[in-house]
């Protein structure tokens, strides 16, 4: 599979999002944000093949995401040690962080200014994108996009984000609830919600 010319290129760098929507047996809408345009490292390709065996509805994400994941270089596996550093905390294992290690590396090393989008729930993940200028998005924007195309109605959106969460799955920044934005000519002094 083939990312779509123009679209942004979904990049995951660990399962989060795709455990997001599989307990929640929603990896079809998953599939309908990023369409065919996600990519993933070896790394990540073999953890969800590993979880596959305990959480059988992981199988689907085969099914939209390319089947030959990124191998990082070895220039791209020493950069991914070295910004898997400014992740880890005293005790962390050799591999804690590598996923997100990889794939920064390789972002950093073959798209350069394309439009690629990191997609994460990890709050630390969050910090270091930011300082490195790779945009992100979660699970919560992933639906909020889908209802804002009009391809899943609010209702919908924050079902999907309230199951999640009595799952006991992350999303950041939820709550507050997804809804609507508010036009900007009928924004008062009343609180954003």
Not at 65 to 71: S, Y
Not at 87 to 97: L, N, Y
Not at 165 to 188: F, K, S
């Amino acid at each position: 599979m083939t990312p779509t010319h123009g679209e942004p290129i979904f990049i995951f760098p660990d399962t989060n999002l795709f455990m997001n929507f599989a307990v929640v047996e929603q990896l079809d809408t998953l599939r309908l944000a990023i369409g065919l345009n996600g990519l993933w490292t070896e790394t990540i390709y073999a953890e969800t093949s590993y979880l596959v065996r305990q959480v059988p509805i992981l199988a689907e994400v085969f099914e939209f995401m390319p089947d030959d994941p990124h191998r990082p270089s070895g220039l791209e596996m020493n950069s991914a040690e070295q910004i898997r550093l400014a992740f880890t905390a005293p005790g962390d294992g050799r591999r804690k962080h590598l996923g997100e290690a990889e794939t920064m590396a390789v972002i950093l090393s073959r798209y350069g200014a394309a439009k690629v989008v990191f997609v994460t729930e990890d709050r630390n993940v969050l910090g270091e994108c930011a300082r490195r200028k790779i945009p992100t998005t979660g699970t919560k924007d992933l639906l909020a996009a889908l209802a804002i195309k009009g391809k899943i109605s609010w209702v919908q959106a924050n079902a999907i984000a309230q199951s999640m969460r009595a799952a006991g799955r992350p999303i950041l920044g939820y709550p507050p609830d997804i809804h609507p934005p508010m036009p900007p000519g009928l924004r008062t002094n009343m609180p954003d919600y």
